[in-house]
């Protein structure tokens, strides 16, 4: 039973234009997510979080926006770099019980010079 | 700050032998959590450990799966005997807290076992 799913497993954008990468959750208990991002033979690098509390996260090109009602979030890049060519994954935590985080399957987003 | 570390990068084992993962966390982090991606998949959850204590091991897979944390410092996965599906790359992580904090992860150990 995937309780995060990222349907879209890959995306091909232009450099210079946006990036959406979208993932779906199914519980009502996660409260924190996250976004990974990840290069081959590398860790998972922390991309930028955002708490159930908000709608919207900004780092520089980063942006994560959370639509609880709809249990979906998604990750803007703007604009899109070629160094930003890698797998994106979203991962969500509960307030509560376990504290361990799911993780979704990941999108390999590339980023075309 | 050194970051998180595992140990191998890489193993290549046939079916029935013993392989041990490590992991150092970050230098404070109480919370250490081991994961699995097998390719194309999701970064599957193992278990979670908070200082030497194993606070969630629900996302083991069987008895052949064995996790340590002495000590409450590194910790180690030891599969025996490894299997064919037990091939994929082991993560490691680490946080200082429990709640809405971001986890740091290692490189990742690459199994194969044939």
């Known amino acids: 039973d995937q309780q995060v799913k990222q349907n879209s497993p890959s995306l091909s954008v232009q450099e210079g234009r946006i990036s959406i990468l979208n993932c779906d959750y199914t519980?009502?208990?996660?409260?924190?997510f996250l976004w990974y991002k990840k290069y081959p033979a590398e860790g998972p690098t922390f991309l930028i979080s955002i708490s159930s509390i908000k709608d919207k996260n900004e780092d520089g090109r980063f942006t994560v926006f959370l639509n609880k009602s709809a249990k979906h979030l998604s990750l803007h890049i703007v604009p899109s770099q070629p160094g930003d060519s890698a797998v994106y994954f979203c991962?969500?935590?509960?307030?509560?019980?376990?504290?361990?985080?799911?993780f979704g399957t990941g999108t390999r987003l590339k980023v075309l010079a | 700050e050194a970051g998180v570390t595992q140990f191998p990068s890489h193993s290549v084992i046939e079916k029935g032998q013993t392989v041990t993962l490590r992991c150092d966390p970050i230098?404070?982090?109480?919370?250490l959590y081991w994961y699995r991606r097998v390719m194309g998949k999701e970064i599957k959850f193992l278990l979670h450990?908070?200082?030497?204590?194993?606070?969630?091991e629900s996302g083991m897979p069987n008895n052949r799966f064995l996790a340590e944390r002495t000590g409450g410092t590194y910790s180690t996965l030891k599969v025996q005997p490894a299997e064919l599906e037990d091939s994929g790359v082991y993560f490691c992580?680490?946080?200082?807290?429990?709640?809405?904090?971001?986890?740091?992860f290692g490189s990742g150990t690459q199994l194969s076992v044939l």
């Open positions: 230098s404070g982090h109480d919370n």
């Open positions: 450990f908070v200082k030497e204590s194993k606070q969630d």
């Open positions: 992580a680490s946080s200082r807290g429990l709640l809405n904090e971001k986890l740091f």
């Open positions: 991962a969500a935590q509960p307030t509560s019980g376990t504290y361990k985080y799911i």
């Open positions: 519980n009502s208990m996660f409260d924190y």
